[in-house]
Structure formats: structure tokens, C-alpha cells
């Protein structure tokens, strides 16, 4: 709980300021005087004063959001702003200044988006190769032809090579319930596989849809992680770093594989091969009686030996140049703003389950749920969510950057600024917009928390 609260409240620090900072640094360079740069909204916890404007810059106890005070007649029209000061004034500015420095909050983001994927890129990570198994009868994939081995090359002819980076590539398809074609190599022929992805209700695309179409990751190796002091393991001698090749004479290519013997065996001998160091030696473990607590075996009596196992799977190592990475950062961030868009439509058409929608509870369960994996992952947690918050406040929604954008677009059409009576009003519908959308990704959240 402490390293999901603290990844949470980080991400949305770090998310916040760089996306207020590009309204404040825009509206510096236009002239315009500010006078508060907020992270959180409520009575500031900490706050100072600097620069010759003595701009307040302050920490706020509600981190959902922030924002920057600048200079406007409108806000306080009892007040009049000082003479030589009213130039400087936001609704002083043109339509050309006020649209930028509207629309610098969710560039920032799309840039840091774009400089995080980079240094991803550059970094280099390795993922699982798009490598498959055998595709249970019945499936999508079974009628498609898929075998045990296919490689997957391409899905729609954009090349892939990572199990996930064909994941993202299928779900256009999925979406729109209509075949996808997917090249694949097997036994070192090209072939193209037509996979029909219609049989997939609108709900599937929030299960593990690929398993419901047959497409899994193939069987690699599986690998002790660690042994317990005083669990069967450790007494039978298993080490961690053992692989467990077979299991009572039968291959063990997953670590479900092992565990659905080891449950079933409780009390009794166990023959396992594994290779320790280059050798194969045969070793006999007894797994402990236990009830379980888990909720597919509740209350049943089952066998555990005390030692986590791994599964290796074939890896792909991800990595690019200088310039390779920008590019690699600016299409990725276009794709996935893309995909948001399209993913936001589809719900508004129907053609997708508001049931995708997540909301604080989810995302603080992702940045935990990253961190914990390790740097990079969290990174490319970032820059994702940077990418969601980017779009999000283009959404052409008063109260929203997009919101504004639209009504300097109808000002330049109309010649003139829109009425306040109509701004206020817009305004309000678009924060009872925004809150049910918060209602609707927040009772998801916990709908996916309690399992209802």
C-alpha cells in the first residue's frame, strides 16, 4: 500500500507540474503576468514567493489536478488592475497568444510522453517474443490455423515483434469485430493467417481477450525463484535457479503446469528432472499438505513444496539509436493519443463497454503495480498516463484546454468574445460532464476491487 500511494502521488506530481508549466511558461513568454502556479487544489499546505512578479507557487492537500492564476480582468471585475499593468492581463491577449498558452498544457505532456518513450528507446528493454502456443480447440485462432512455434511478423501489415506490441496491434481489429490479418513465420515460411476477431463481445476487450481467441505466449522454461528455509523444497535439495525440465516423466514447459501437479500430489512423491549448472539430476520432493485459501481451491486440501517458480519465456531485446529512439517516441505517443481516441469514441458509440474506463483507484493500482517491477516499467507507466492526461484535456469539453480552444474558435468565427452568460453556463455543463465521467471510472474501479 505504501509503494502504490507513493507511486500514485509522484506520478500525479510529476504529470501536474509538467503539465502546468507549460501554460506557465507560455504565458511568460507572451507577457502575461502570473500570479499562482498550484499543484493541488484546496488551502495550500506549502507555499512561496519568487521572482519579480513574486509569483506564488504552492502544494495543495487535493493532488487530482492544479492549476495557473494569471493576471485577468474577468476573474475579480470589483478590482481593477493597475494601468501600467493591464497589458498584461490574459484577456488582454490575442486569440493567437490565449490559444497557446491554453493548448502549451497538453503539449507539455505530449512532449514529456514523447522523452520518456525516447529514453525508453534508447535504454533498450527486453519483452517476450511473439512466439505461440498451441491455441485451445474451439478458439478463433484454432479455426484460424495458428500452430505451436508460429511467430507472429506482422498484424495488419505493421511489423511486431514483442508478444505485447502485437497485442495493441490486434485490438483495432477487435474493436471493430472484423478479421485481422496476421503474418506469421512458420518453420522459417512467411504466411498470412486471416483471424476473425467478430465472435469477441464489446466486454471481451477488458478480460485477456488474446486467450479467448487462442493466441497465448508459448511455453518457455520454468525456474525455482526461491526456496523457502523450512518448506518440502528446500528439504528434497531444489536451489533457486534450478530448471524444472520434466515432472513425473512430462515435460514442463509453464509453471501452471507444475503447480497442477504439485496441488495434486500432496503427500506424496514427486519426481522431478532438473538442470542445475549445466547438469541434469533427478530429485524427489514431497509436497506438504495445506488448505488452501485461494479462491478457485478454497478450503481444499492441497500441495505446496514453499518455493516461488518463474517462468522464462524467449526474450526480444527492444533498443534504439539517438535519433531511432525520437522516432520511436514521437510515433509511439502518436499511436497510443490515437488509440485513446479512438478507444474514447468507441465507447460513445456504444461499440466498447464504459467498463474500460478506469479511473484513480485503477491508475494508483498500475503506478504500485509498475514501481514494484522495477524503473523502467514505471517510466513507461508515465509517459502512458501522460499521453491519457494530454488527450483528456483536448477533449473538446468546457473546463477543459479543449473546451477553451472551442470558444476561441467560435470567437474568431463570430469576430468577437462570447458572452459570459453563455461561458458560464457551458462551464457548468462541462463540470457535471467531467463528474459523471469520474462517477462512471470510479465505480469501475471498485466494481474490479470487491470482484463484482
Given at each position: 500500500?505504501?509503494?502504490?500511494?507513493?507511486a500514485?502521488?509522484?506520478?500525479l506530481?510529476?504529470?501536474?507540474?509538467i503539465?502546468?508549466?507549460?501554460?506557465?511558461?507560455?504565458?511568460r513568454?507572451?507577457?502575461v503576468?502570473?500570479?499562482?502556479f498550484?499543484?493541488g487544489?484546496?488551502?495550500p499546505?506549502v507555499?512561496f514567493?519568487?521572482?519579480p512578479?513574486r509569483?506564488e507557487?504552492s502544494?495543495?492537500?487535493?493532488?487530482?489536478?492544479?492549476?495557473?492564476?494569471?493576471?485577468?480582468?474577468?476573474?475579480?471585475?470589483q478590482?481593477?488592475i493597475a494601468?501600467?499593468?493591464?497589458?498584461r492581463?490574459f484577456?488582454r491577449?490575442?486569440?493567437?497568444r490565449?490559444a497557446?498558452?491554453?493548448?502549451?498544457?497538453?503539449?507539455?505532456?505530449?512532449l514529456?510522453?514523447?522523452?520518456?518513450?525516447?529514453?525508453?528507446?534508447?535504454?533498450?528493454?527486453?519483452e517476450?517474443?511473439a512466439?505461440?502456443?498451441t491455441?485451445?480447440?474451439?478458439?478463433?485462432?484454432a479455426?484460424?490455423?495458428?500452430?505451436?512455434?508460429?511467430r507472429?511478423?506482422?498484424?495488419?501489415e505493421e511489423?511486431?515483434?514483442?508478444f505485447?506490441a502485437?497485442?495493441?496491434?490486434?485490438?483495432?481489429g477487435?474493436?471493430?469485430?472484423r478479421?485481422v490479418?496476421v503474418?506469421i513465420?512458420r518453420?522459417?515460411?512467411?504466411?498470412?493467417v486471416?483471424?476473425?476477431t467478430?465472435?469477441?463481445?464489446?466486454?471481451d476487450i477488458e478480460k485477456?481477450?488474446?486467450?479467448?481467441?487462442?493466441?497465448d505466449?508459448?511455453?518457455?522454461?520454468?525456474v525455482i525463484?526461491?526456496?523457502?528455509?523450512?518448506?518440502?523444497?528446500a528439504?528434497a535439495g531444489?536451489?533457486?535457479?534450478d530448471?524444472?525440465?520434466?515432472?513425473?516423466g512430462?515435460?514442463v514447459?509453464?509453471?501452471?503446469?507444475?503447480?497442477?501437479?504439485?496441488?495434486?500430489?500432496?503427500g506424496?512423491?514427486v519426481?522431478l528432472?532438473?538442470?542445475r549448472?549445466?547438469?541434469?539430476q533427478?530429485?524427489?520432493?514431497?509436497?506438504?499438505?495445506?488448505?488452501s485459501?485461494r479462491?478457485?481451491?478454497?478450503?481444499?486440501?492441497v500441495?505446496?513444496?514453499?518455493?516461488a517458480?518463474?517462468?522464462?519465456?524467449e526474450?526480444?531485446k527492444?533498443?534504439?539509436g539517438?535519433f531511432?529512439a525520437?522516432?520511436?517516441?514521437?510515433k509511439?505517443?502518436?499511436e497510443?493519443?490515437?488509440f485513446?481516441?479512438?478507444?474514447?469514441?468507441k465507447?460513445?458509440?456504444g461499440?466498447?463497454s464504459w467498463?474500460?474506463?478506469s479511473?484513480?483507484?485503477?491508475?494508483?493500482d498500475?503506478?504500485?503495480?509498475s514501481?514494484r517491477?522495477?524503473?523502467?516499467a514505471?517510466i513507461?507507466?508515465?509517459?502512458l498516463i501522460?499521453v491519457?492526461l494530454?488527450?483528456?484535456?483536448l477533449?473538446p469539453?468546457?473546463?477543459l484546454?479543449?473546451?477553451?480552444l472551442?470558444?476561441y474558435?467560435?470567437?474568431?468565427i463570430?469576430g468577437r468574445p462570447?458572452?459570459?452568460?453563455?461561458?458560464?453556463?457551458?462551464q457548468?455543463?462541462?463540470?457535471v460532464a467531467?463528474?459523471?465521467?469520474?462517477?462512471?471510472?470510479?465505480?469501475n474501479d471498485l466494481?474490479?476491487l470487491f470482484g463484482?
Amino acid at each position: 500500500m505504501i509503494t502504490t500511494l507513493l507511486a500514485f502521488l509522484f506520478a500525479l506530481a510529476i504529470l501536474i507540474f509538467i503539465h502546468e508549466l507549460g501554460h506557465y511558461t507560455v504565458a511568460r513568454l507572451c507577457g502575461v503576468k502570473v500570479l499562482r502556479f498550484s499543484i493541488g487544489f484546496g488551502t495550500p499546505l506549502v507555499r512561496f514567493a519568487v521572482g519579480p512578479d513574486r509569483t506564488e507557487w504552492s502544494i495543495a492537500p487535493i493532488p487530482l489536478g492544479g492549476y495557473v492564476k494569471m493576471l485577468d480582468e474577468r476573474e475579480d471585475p470589483q478590482t481593477p488592475i493597475a494601468a501600467h499593468e493591464v497589458h498584461r492581463a490574459f484577456n488582454r491577449q490575442s486569440l493567437a497568444r490565449r490559444a497557446a498558452i491554453v493548448i502549451a498544457g497538453p503539449l507539455a505532456n505530449f512532449l514529456l510522453a514523447i522523452a520518456l518513450y525516447a529514453a525508453l528507446g534508447m535504454v533498450g528493454s527486453e519483452e517476450p517474443a511473439a512466439l505461440l502456443d498451441t491455441p485451445a480447440a474451439g478458439t478463433a485462432a484454432a479455426r484460424a490455423g495458428f500452430k505451436a512455434g508460429d511467430r507472429v511478423m506482422a498484424v495488419d501489415e505493421e511489423p511486431v515483434a514483442t508478444f505485447n506490441a502485437m497485442r495493441l496491434r490486434l485490438i483495432d481489429g477487435i474493436v471493430e469485430r472484423r478479421p485481422v490479418n496476421v503474418t506469421i513465420n512458420r518453420d522459417g515460411q512467411t504466411q498470412s493467417v486471416s483471424l476473425d476477431t467478430s465472435g469477441l463481445s464489446s466486454g471481451d476487450i477488458e478480460k485477456d481477450f488474446l486467450r479467448i481467441l487462442g493466441l497465448d505466449l508459448a511455453g518457455g522454461t520454468v525456474v525455482i525463484g526461491s526456496v523457502l528455509p523450512d518448506g518440502s523444497a528446500a528439504k528434497a535439495g531444489l536451489l533457486a535457479g534450478d530448471e524444472v525440465r520434466l515432472v513425473d516423466g512430462r515435460a514442463v514447459v509453464r509453471a501452471s503446469d507444475l503447480i497442477s501437479v504439485l496441488k495434486d500430489s500432496a503427500g506424496r512423491e514427486v519426481n522431478l528432472e532438473v538442470r542445475r549448472n549445466g547438469v541434469d539430476q533427478r530429485i524427489v520432493v514431497v509436497p506438504q499438505q495445506q488448505v488452501s485459501d485461494r479462491a478457485e481451491d478454497k478450503g481444499r486440501t492441497v500441495g505446496r513444496i514453499g518455493a516461488a517458480l518463474q517462468n522464462r519465456f524467449e526474450m526480444v531485446k527492444v533498443e534504439h539509436g539517438v535519433f531511432s529512439a525520437l522516432q520511436y517516441g514521437l510515433k509511439h505517443t502518436w499511436e497510443m493519443s490515437w488509440f485513446s481516441l479512438r478507444m474514447l469514441g468507441k465507447m460513445l458509440t456504444g461499440d466498447l463497454s464504459w467498463k474500460n474506463l478506469s479511473g484513480p483507484v485503477a491508475i494508483a493500482d498500475f503506478a504500485g503495480q509498475s514501481a514494484r517491477i522495477g524503473v523502467l516499467a514505471y517510466i513507461s507507466f508515465l509517459a502512458l498516463i501522460s499521453v491519457s492526461l494530454g488527450v483528456l484535456n483536448l477533449l473538446p469539453v468546457p473546463v477543459l484546454d479543449g473546451g477553451h480552444l472551442v470558444y476561441y474558435g467560435l470567437e474568431a468565427i463570430k469576430g468577437r468574445p462570447l458572452s459570459e452568460r453563455f461561458m458560464q453556463v457551458s462551464q457548468r455543463a462541462g463540470l457535471v460532464a467531467i463528474m459523471g465521467l469520474m462517477a462512471v471510472a470510479l465505480f469501475n474501479d471498485l466494481s474490479r476491487l470487491f470482484g463484482s
